[in-house]
């Protein structure tokens, strides 16, 4: 089975840096990925990591240390926009159409 | 592509009654999910297909709930007989197979409310 940790809830500012961590436990691992929801909507994707390192994609970057079995999520230049929730999830290696997802990370962004 | 279209948006129904919600995936697309989510449990996984065959079924809660797939192009997942429990907002996402095809598209959800 698979089971991910991230936190419940994250406050910055505007402008400011945020990482948002993720760590998993799973059985088969064959990818990370991130998602934003905002209240009401859709997850939609951010970015995913298959192999070791940084992904960077505009304002947001995505990490994965397959080794520490953790990825995190950074966002920069905070935008109020960015208030939302993230949902880290985890793709499995022993059926790739699988992904199960953490519980998400609630951010708001204060002026 | 219009993307993963849900119907209907919004659903309000007695308990007791069947409800089924529909789900049309992005054309090629040979996985589709249906998840749900609520403030306690989060996104789970209720089963998933592929190429129009269930694969994992074991995130459905019960018995009450069925999913069929009975072509590429259409799903539905059904609750019979539900219960106020079941009130949760219903998503559907697809995506495709192969390295590339990383991100999972999800429909706009549909709203539960079971009373």
């Known amino acids: 089975g698979q089971s991910l940790e991230q936190p419940s809830e994250v406050t910055a500012v505007e402008g400011a840096i945020v990482q948002i961590n993720c760590t998993y436990q799973?059985?088969?691992?064959?990818?990370l990925s991130w998602y934003q929801q905002h209240d009401g909507g859709a997850p939609t994707f951010l970015s995913y990591?298959?192999?070791?390192g940084l992904e960077e994609t505009g304002r947001f970057s995505s990490f994965l240390s397959r080794s520490d079995s953790y990825g995190y999520l950074l966002l920069q230049e905070l935008q109020m926009k960015d208030s939302a929730s993230y949902f880290c999830?985890?793709?499995?290696?022993?059926?790739?159409?699988?992904?199960?997802f953490g519980d998400g990370t609630t951010l708001t962004v204060k002026p | 592509d219009a993307g993963v279209i849900q119907s209907p948006r919004h659903e309000v129904t007695e308990m007791g009654q069947e409800v089924t919600l529909r789900c049309k995936p992005i054309?090629?697309?040979?996985?589709l999910f249906w998840y749900r989510q609520t403030m306690m449990r989060g996104l789970e996984l209720l089963i998933y297909?592929?190429?129009?065959?269930?694969?994992?079924d074991s995130g459905m809660p019960e018995d009450r709930f069925s999913a069929k797939m009975p072509n590429a192009s259409f799903s539905t997942l059904k609750i019979q007989p539900s219960e106020p429990r079941d009130s949760a907002v219903y998503f559907c996402?697809?995506?495709?197979?192969?390295?590339?095809?990383?991100?999972?598209?999800f429909g706009q959800g549909t709203r539960l409310t079971v009373v």
């Open positions: 999830a985890v793709r499995d290696s022993t059926n790739a159409g699988k992904s199960t």
């Open positions: 799973t059985s088969g691992f064959y990818g």
């Open positions: 990591n298959a192999l070791d």
């Open positions: 054309s090629g697309h040979d996985y």
């Open positions: 297909f592929n190429n129009n065959v269930p694969i994992d």
């Open positions: 996402a697809s995506y495709g197979t192969g390295l590339m095809n990383t991100e999972a598209f």
